[in-house]
T-cell receptor
């Protein structure tokens, strides 16, 4: 399956600062990537769909001005958490769906980024 | 009713036993079904995908799909302590968006 990397793996920041998380598809040209958030002992919640060359689409209840997504190339999507607050502390995971780019309909996840906002 | 339902567990089985994990879904037209394994602190890892009724086997894992009853299950034969993890069931959305709907996961504990 698709190999996906994320950077950084862990970040600690002060309240009010912005944090950028990178998601790279290493062996697959991904027209579509997904961003999820997972709080402790909860399941994955889809935040948004990142579309190469166009605007991201956000799930209901996710603030697009707070979670900025850029998908400038077929291998890179970024998520920027702006003006982060302690309640944004979570595990952020991106994924690539091969089916969205003509491959088998399977979704593969990056290793995740653990964000802690002090 | 949740769109994808799983028993949260924990499901505890002895080493070498068969672990049976179940999942039900609400959208009758769903076409793609997936099982992911997630170790604590890690991201999900795809272990099985199934698209048609019946059984699909891959090593010690067997996925079973019954669209008429709207359930999908995962059997793990010869369970090992290393299988201890949370298993997430995922179903595709009907809007052709490639989005997945995840269940809350079942925690599996394999006792040595």
């Amino acid at each position: 399956g698709a190999v996906v990397s994320q950077h950084p793996s862990r970040v600690i920041c002060k309240s009010g600062t912005s944090v950028k998380i990178e998601c790279r598809s290493l062996d697959f040209q991904a027209t579509t990537m997904f961003w999820y958030r997972q709080f402790p002992k909860q399941s994955l919640m889809l935040m948004a769909t990142s579309n190469e060359g166009s605007k991201a689409t956000y799930e209901q209840g996710v603030e697009k001005d707070k979670f900025l997504i850029n998908h400038a190339s077929l291998t890179l999507s970024t998520l920027t958490v702006t003006s982060a607050h302690p309640e944004d502390s979570s595990f952020y995971i991106c994924s690539v769906d091969q089916g969205a780019s003509g491959g088998r309909d399977e979704q593969f996840f990056g290793p995740g980024t653990r964000l802690t906002v002090l | 009713q949740k769109e994808v339902e799983q028993n949260s567990g924990p499901l505890s089985v002895p080493e070498g036993a068969i672990a049976s994990l179940n999942c039900t879904y609400s959208d009758r037209g769903s076409q793609s079904f997936f099982w992911y394994r997630q170790y604590s602190g890690k991201s999900p890892e795809l272990i099985m995908s199934i698209y048609s009724n019946g059984d699909k086997e891959d090593g010690r894992f067997t996925a079973q799909l019954n669209k008429a009853s709207q359930y999908v299950s995962l059997l793990i034969r010869d369970s090992q302590p290393s299988d201890s993890a949370t298993y997430l069931c995922a179903v595709n959305r009907l809007d052709s968006s490639y989005k997945l709907i995840f269940g809350s996961g079942t925690r599996l504990l394999v006792r040595p």
